[in-house]
């Protein structure tokens, strides 16, 4: 390092710096390390086997660091100083490639002051949960993270919906990246955007494309579907009550909770498990059918072959195009419902 600040100390207006790769020691005098600063913006130190105790060293020499690049370094834990003003500009923080595999070594992040987007691709996070919070203190004090606005945890090894749902506690959290989740393996990028959008109340961008709104009350009610129809086997009951105040009177969407009477239960399914769509062999031939969600791909195939008078010989092939979509998704199974595909009214 002190080569790296005899660098700086002679180009002194540099905003971005990549170290990558290099394997650097800090100096033993820690008076020297102590009294160097430099107004840069940028560091990249992707795989230089840096550890987190020597990042907290280096925070005084770069006041104004704005972006912070540590990947791919081997790191599994963080001992973050509790002063107040640590990394006080630090925005953006990327910690992909490493070893972590608590959240609640992402917690000890949460209080850097101005963090707002952070990147913990290709770690090991198998659960995302929140300490308990104290009576004293509300859910977003105890949290922390209060201008976390983006979040990317593609390829860690997520397994429930549980851990998706946890990330509602994060009030400015906008925009969010997850691909490559052992959650999401079995689904499609079509049914797993509903599924993720349904559960998450904020999120206005996921994976780079923007939500619209007709996606998200799409998406919200086909996730209030399955939890009236106990499809769901976990859900967070704020979430629900929020949901249940913005959909209880659309398309006869069930109005009361999970836990409501049987008979009250049975009623809300047979009136949420239909659904209107559109049979269209070409462009000029359709025919507007409301049908089962628990039908099958198969038994509509039967159904065209009735309807369009297709000869029984004839291979059908479905695809499924919602009101938002401009592309297409092809049936994968013939055993597979409606509901697995989340159609909704209109498609």
């Given at each position: 390092?002190t080569?790296v600040?005899?660098i700086?100390?002679?180009?002194?207006k540099?905003?971005?710096?990549?170290?990558s790769?290099?394997r650097?020691a800090?100096?033993?005098?820690?008076?020297a390390l102590?009294?160097f600063?430099?107004?840069l913006s940028v560091?990249v130190l992707n795989?230089?086997?840096i550890?987190?105790?020597?990042?907290e060293?280096?925070?005084?020499?770069?006041?104004?660091?704005?972006e912070?690049?540590?990947?791919?370094?081997?790191?599994?834990?963080?001992?973050?100083?509790?002063e107040?003003?640590m990394w006080p500009?630090?925005?953006?923080?990327n910690?992909?490639g490493?070893?972590?595999?608590?959240?609640?070594?992402?917690?000890?992040?949460a209080?850097?002051?101005?963090?707002?987007?952070l990147i913990?691709?290709e770690?090991?996070?198998?659960?995302?949960s929140?300490p308990?919070t104290?009576?004293?203190?509300?859910?977003?004090e105890?949290?922390?993270?209060?201008h976390l606005?983006s979040?990317s945890i593609?390829?860690n090894?997520?397994k429930?919906w549980?851990?998706?749902?946890?990330l509602n506690?994060?009030n400015?959290?906008s925009?969010?990246?997850?691909?490559g989740?052992?959650?999401l393996s079995h689904?499609?990028v079509?049914?797993s955007?509903i599924y993720?959008?349904g559960?998450?109340e904020?999120i206005?961008?996921l994976?780079?494309?923007?939500?619209?709104s007709l996606?998200?009350v799409?998406?919200?009610r086909?996730?209030?579907?399955r939890?009236?129809?106990k499809?769901?086997?976990?859900?967070d009951?704020?979430?629900l009550?929020?949901l249940?105040?913005l959909?209880?009177?659309?398309d006869?969407?069930?109005?009361s909770?999970p836990?409501?009477?049987?008979n009250?239960?049975?009623?809300?399914?047979?009136k949420a498990?239909y659904?209107?769509?559109i049979?269209?062999?070409?462009?000029?031939d359709?025919?507007v059918?409301?049908?089962?969600s628990s039908?099958?791909v198969?038994?509509?195939?039967l159904?065209c072959h009735?309807l369009?008078?297709i000869?029984?010989s004839?291979t059908i092939?479905?695809s499924l195009?919602r009101p938002?979509?401009q592309?297409p998704t092809?049936f994968s199974?013939?055993?597979?419902?409606?509901d697995?595909y989340?159609v909704c009214?209109?498609?």
């Amino acid at each position: 390092w002190t080569s790296v600040f005899e660098i700086l100390e002679e180009i002194k207006k540099l905003e971005t710096m990549c170290l990558s790769g290099n394997r650097l020691a800090l100096p033993f005098d820690t008076f020297a390390l102590s009294c160097f600063q430099h107004p840069l913006s940028v560091l990249v130190l992707n795989r230089c086997l840096i550890s987190w105790d020597q990042i907290e060293k280096l925070e005084k020499c770069f006041p104004n660091l704005t972006e912070l690049h540590l990947c791919n370094n081997g790191l599994c834990s963080f001992d973050v100083k509790t002063e107040p003003g640590m990394w006080p500009n630090l925005s953006m923080l990327n910690l992909s490639g490493n070893q972590i595999n608590e959240w609640s070594q992402i917690c000890k992040l949460a209080n850097m002051p101005r963090l707002s987007r952070l990147i913990l691709n290709e770690n090991q996070l198998s659960h995302i949960s929140w300490p308990s919070t104290s009576t004293s203190s509300t859910s977003e004090e105890a949290i922390g993270f209060k201008h976390l606005k983006s979040l990317s945890i593609s390829h860690n090894p997520i397994k429930s919906w549980e851990s998706i749902s946890a990330l509602n506690r994060l009030n400015l959290l906008s925009e969010i990246r997850m691909v490559g989740l052992p959650l999401l393996s079995h689904l499609t990028v079509s049914i797993s955007r509903i599924y993720i959008i349904g559960r998450l109340e904020n999120i206005t961008i996921l994976n780079g494309s923007p939500v619209s709104s007709l996606e998200r009350v799409d998406a919200e009610r086909y996730y209030l579907r399955r939890l009236m129809m106990k499809k769901e086997e976990a859900y967070d009951e704020k979430r629900l009550a929020h949901l249940l105040s913005l959909h209880k009177q659309d398309d006869g969407r069930p109005s009361s909770s999970p836990s409501s009477s049987t008979n009250d239960n049975n009623n809300s399914e047979d009136k949420a498990d239909y659904v209107t769509v559109i049979l269209r062999p070409s462009a000029s031939d359709e025919i507007v059918r409301r049908l089962a969600s628990s039908m099958s791909v198969r038994e509509i195939q039967l159904l065209c072959h009735r309807l369009f008078h297709i000869n029984e010989s004839t291979t059908i092939k479905l695809s499924l195009k919602r009101p938002n979509e401009q592309i297409p998704t092809p049936f994968s199974g013939v055993k597979d419902s409606l509901d697995d595909y989340a159609v909704c009214n209109n498609s």
